[in-house]
């Protein structure tokens, strides 16, 4: 299982840029993709200068429903990481989106070569992506322009009520100010799998597709964002190691 769905806590902006680090920096060895799975709509091609097709739109209508078939409607950054666009419109996004997950995350999720991020944006209610997803990350940000969020310590109810009742949900902090994120974790009742800095020319280049040789790699965000991908791959495989059957030495499952 390698479906990793990334949604925001309430008050929180963050996911697309985040979701952009990670799997621009996932750990070597490990192919990693951006799935746009945010109701609301798609940034990525108006970022990127990309296509609105081939996209989940296209995938959806494509009667070819093995991931071969899916691949082909992914497009490349020009960082050459691979993402599948949403609509741009929160009209048509909302059902392609829904639509996607009902007939495609399954298969997704059974990727285990593959690290797929969801970008699933502000959810506010339970998520068909999130359902299907091995990992649910909450993103939490905090800082001097994101008071509405720093209350999220008190707000454990809201914070936890759009997710899917499933233990495999963590934490990952925008900010390390004013709350220490372990607290923040604590305060929650969620693993912390790491922070973020507030690094705006390191989200600039992310906003920018993560061009490759000009400078992306060496920012803040970018070094804190393999160590956070790191992780969240090390717990995907931990995952994957206990649900595997254990062969007994007469060569019977055990």
């Given at each position: ?13 963050a ?12 750990p ?63 009209s ?24 797929a ?22 993103l ?24 899917p ?7 990952v ?38 061009t ?11 070094r ?23 062969a ?7």
């Amino acid at each position: 299982m390698s479906l990793v769905a990334i949604c925001e806590a309430p008050g929180t902006s963050a996911s697309t840029t985040t979701v952009l680090a990670l799997a621009a920096f996932a750990p070597a060895g490990r192919p990693a993709m951006v799935l746009e799975c945010d109701p609301s709509g798609g940034d990525l091609a108006g970022w990127a200068g990309l296509h609105g097709d081939p996209s989940w739109s296209s995938a959806v209508a494509a009667p070819d429903r093995s991931w071969p078939g899916v691949y082909r409607h992914l497009q490349e950054l020009p960082s050459g990481l691979s993402v599948m666009l949403a609509p741009s419109s929160a009209s048509r996004a909302e059902t392609v989106v829904t639509e996607a997950a009902r007939r495609l995350a399954p298969m997704v999720g059974q990727l285990d070569d593959v690290v797929a991020f969801a970008d699933c944006g502000r959810t506010v209610a339970p998520s068909p992506w999130c359902d299907a997803a091995a990992l649910v990350v909450v993103l939490v940000r905090q800082g001097p322009a994101a008071g509405s969020t720093v209350p999220t310590i008190d707000r454990t109810t809201e914070l936890r009520q759009p997710l899917p009742s499933s233990s495999h949900i963590g934490l990952v902090i925008v900010g390390e100010r004013p709350y220490p994120p372990a607290e923040i974790a604590a305060a929650v009742r969620l693993p912390l799998f790491g922070a973020l800095p507030i690094d705006a020319p390191g989200a600039a280049l992310a906003a920018g597709a993560w061009t490759v040789g000009r400078g992306a790699s060496r920012t803040p965000l970018a070094r804190a964002a393999g160590v956070v991908s790191g992780t969240i791959v090390e717990h995907l495989d931990a995952r994957r190691a206990t649900a595997m059957p254990v062969a007994s030495t007469n060569g019977v499952d055990a």
